[in-house]
């Protein structure tokens, strides 16, 4: 009993410090590589430069969750096949939320127009 209990409440311990730690740095990654790329491709372009900071950062994210949470616990060959479609599902749902950043942009500005005017 007291196995199985280490073996939950143990992952549970990697599951809080993999995400910690992979939020962190793909965070920091995401927000350098969008700046990267908007020094590359100026003001405009915001998808690009959003689409491709997710890319990297998703990236970093799964990657790093999955090995601290998950390496001495299943084979690394499980690990890489879990990684991969994880990712897919991540980049393909950034992809979709674009169209929300436009909207979010669109909607601060012109909050941000009233306030100049007033």
């Known amino acids: 009993m007291k196995e199985r209990y280490n073996q939950i409440f143990g992952?549970?311990?990697?599951?809080s410090i993999a995400s910690l730690v992979a939020f962190a740095i793909a965070q920091y990654q995401d927000v350098f590589s969008f700046f990267f790329f908007k020094k590359h491709t100026g003001e405009?372009?915001?998808?690009?430069?959003?689409?491709?900071?997710?890319?990297?950062?998703?990236?970093?994210?799964?990657?790093?969750?999955?090995?601290?949470?998950?390496v001495g616990v299943y084979?690394?060959?499980t690990i890489i096949a879990i990684i991969i479609p994880w990712w897919i599902y991540k980049v393909f749902m950034g992809f979709l939320f674009t169209p929300l950043s436009y909207l979010g942009i669109r909607l601060l500005r012109g909050k941000n127009n009233e306030n100049n005017s007033n």
């Open 11 to 15: 992952l549970s311990a990697r599951f």
């Open 44 to 70: 405009k372009k915001f998808w690009l430069r959003s689409n491709l900071s997710n890319v990297w950062s998703q990236f970093l994210d799964t990657v790093i969750f999955m090995l601290i949470a998950f």
């Open 75 to 77: 084979p690394f060959s």
